[in-house]
């Protein structure tokens, strides 16, 4: 079975309407990843995030607390706030998951379980999975595209 990297990036300040769509749209595609391809290794990308209000890191907690589509491993890249990193370690809660300061060391700590994994399975490299971008409804802003991978 390959496994797919599922990549999530988040944008700014969260409105709580805009944390419950993304909430929506992450979970969904996650359960599609998950449906079509196995169970799936997950990047989060907040480094170009903020600390998030209250309500927002509440839904956020809730999702982490209940959600069923737990990827195998999962790393979050945060920024270097040591709020908002404490922010995001309290909302994962006893989650296993690795954080990181930057994208490019998250990636081989990916790839390397991502890729011991599927070579020991079969003998593949896997395939990228992006995810839409969350960023606040109407925001200008986009998180960079995930790096083309050749096959």
């Known amino acids: 079975m390959v496994r797919r990297i599922v990549r999530v990036a988040m944008d700014g300040l969260l409105s709580p309407d805009d944390a419950a769509r993304c909430i929506r749209e992450i979970d969904a595609s996650v359960e599609r990843v998950n449906r079509l391809a196995g169970p799936n290794v997950t990047l989060v990308d907040l480094s170009r995030s903020t ?78 999975r992006s995810v839409m971008p969350c960023v606040p409804a109407g925001s200008r802003s986009r998180p960079p595209s995930p790096p083309r991978r050749s096959s």
Not at 101 to 107: F, R
């Open 51 to 128: 600390t998030q209000t209250q309500a927002v890191a509440e839904l956020s907690r809730q999702y982490f607390e209940t959600f069923t589509n737990k990827p195998l491993r999962l790393a979050i890249v945060v920024g270097r706030s040591d709020l908002h990193r404490f922010q995001v370690k309290r909302i994962v809660g006893s989650e296993p998951v690795a954080f990181f300061g930057d994208t490019a060391t998250a990636e081989a700590w990916i790839a390397e379980g991502h890729m011991t994994s599927c070579r020991r399975r079969r003998g593949s490299a896997g395939r990228v």
